[in-house]
Nanobody, 124 residues
Framework: QVQLVESGGDSVQAGGSLRLSCAASGSTYCRSDMRWYRQAPGKEREFVSEIIRDGTTKYADSVKGRFTISQNNAKNTVYLQMNNLKPEDTAMYYC??????????????????WGQGTQVTVSS
């Protein structure tokens, strides 16, 4: 089992920056992909960014050029650097981990985990 804990959420003014962290613990030896999602009240949860173990990244069009996802495998941590924040970025941000390989005992491809979320509020 894997536990994900997000941190770094805060209230900032438009144009400001935040750096979110997602620390993974438990059975972190399984090859996995990491994603960030966000959800505002009354809205669907939406994809924000993804990073594959080889370093390949993807971003939602709404955050391209402003957000950067990165990882430190030695620390079992994924980051989301958010620059030039806009009020539309206000949401609960969730870390997500999905096992992408079953090369080792205890690793099942498709097994996934969610963090509890960290709140980001951007004021005008």
């Amino acid at each position: 089992q894997v536990q994900l804990v997000e941190s770094g959420g805060d209230s900032v003014q438009a144009g400001g920056s935040l750096r979110l962290s997602c620390a993974a613990s438990g059975s972190t030896y399984c090859r996995s992909d990491m994603r960030w999602y966000r959800q505002a009240p009354g809205k669907e949860r939406e994809f924000v960014s993804e990073i594959i173990r080889d370093g390949t990244t993807k971003y939602a069009d709404s955050v391209k050029g402003r957000f950067t996802i990165s990882q430190n495998n030695a620390k079992n941590t994924v980051y989301l650097q958010m620059n030039n924040l806009k009020p539309e970025d206000t949401a609960m941000y969730y870390c997500y981990r999905i096992v992408s390989g079953s090369f080792l005992p205890g690793c099942s491809k498709g097994k996934d985990y969610w963090g509890q979320g960290t709140q980001v509020t951007v004021s005008s």
